[in-house]
């Protein structure tokens, strides 16, 4: 049975979160993708979607 979509949200959320925060730290997506147990392309993906709802929850404000 699949997780129920609250879940799978926070879930997404907090990789998203923890992937900035360690290229915050300066970490290659090499080794970012090393510390989450991924592949350097989901961590682009992580670091592109993250992005993107920043942008998006900036226009939101204005």
Known sequence: MAEPRNQFLARAAE??????????QGLSYLEIA?????S???????LHDAR???????QQAV
Do not use: F, H, P
């Open 15 to 24: 990789r998203r979160e923890q992937a900035v925060a360690l290229r915050a």
């Open 34 to 38: 090393a510390e989450m147990g991924c």
């Open 40 to 46: 350097t392309g989901t961590v682009g993906r992580l």
């Open 52 to 58: 993107l709802l920043e942008k998006k929850a900036q």
